[in-house]
């Protein structure tokens, strides 16, 4: 067993013959994947449901009136939206393989990092995206040192340990497989963004999301996600 792989997924175990799972989500969604994971960490059986986001189902809008996007969870009928909230849930609901520390400051500083990735994703998926889509070096530049800016903090964060939340996996690991989403998107436009001479320590563990095997059965399959990326930053490049 390698030694970051601190949780064994359960079988799969619906609790009783009334209880039903479902998740909303969508194949390419960071977001959903995050509750995929958790999920399958907690040997939870549940039911996914792809979602078209050009045409949300009737289901999705009536689960989800007030944002109207995925991932939503729904537990015997009762919807839960928001990855880090669902990731929350899940933990409370079922209790073995707990994914958020046991004692109090040790969770509070995990919620905190959860929501601080979150944070940084929304601010450096613009920069990458200028990386990406800038035709000019000028601003390909200023997009990679922004992007790297932000990427620089979690790298800190991380130094000197093996998970953001200690030394096994869990809820703020499975917030910080966002960063996968960027490592596929640079390989696609051939732009340096997170480098492991930079980032050694984010380059790692982006390492050990690929090699753990509930990570590997939650990440899209490497070729289609890349096809993905090129017929986005294509569409984008070309709108400018």
């Given amino acids: ?26 194949w390419i969604s960071p977001f959903s994947r995050r509750i995929e994971v958790a ?35 729904v537990h015997n009928g009762k919807p839960i939206a928001e990855s ?18 046991i004692d109090p400051f040790e969770k509070a500083m995990a919620r905190f990092w959860a929501k601080f990735i979150d944070d940084k994703f929304w601010a450096i998926w613009p920069a990458v995206k200028k990386a990406l889509t800038s035709g000019g070096e000028k601003e390909r530049e200023e997009g990679i040192e922004e992007a790297q800016l932000h990427l620089n903090t979690l790298e800190t964060q991380l130094k000197e340990k093996k998970f953001f939340g200690g030394e096994r996996l869990g809820f703020v690991e499975i917030s910080a497989s966002l960063i996968i989403w960027i490592v596929v998107s640079q390989e696609v436009m051939g732009v340096e963004i997170l480098t492991q001479e930079k980032f050694p320590a984010l380059h790692k563990l982006t390492q050990k999301f690929v090699e753990d095997d509930v990570f590997k059965q939650c990440v899209p399959p490497w070729e289609p996600l890349v096809a993905y990326f090129k017929a986005q930053l294509g569409a984008l490049a070309a709108s400018k």
């Avoid at 939870?44 to 989800?64: F, G």
């Avoid at 880090?84 to 707990?98: A, G």
Wanted: hydrophobic share 40%; glycine share 2%.
């Fill in 84 to 101: 880090l909230v669902i990731m929350e849930y899940i933990d409370e609901t079922w209790k073995h393989n707990p994914i958020l520390p």
């Fill in 39 to 73: 999920l399958k960490l907690k040997g939870v059986e549940y039911e996914y449901i792809e979602e078209d986001l050009v045409n949300k189902s009737p289901a999705l809008l009536n689960y989800n009136p007030v944002h109207k996007k995925i991932p939503v969870l």
């Fill in 1 to 26: 067993m390698r030694e970051y792989s601190y949780f064994i997924p359960l079988p799969l175990q619906a609790a009783t013959m009334a209880e039903e799972v479902k998740l909303f989500g969508k």
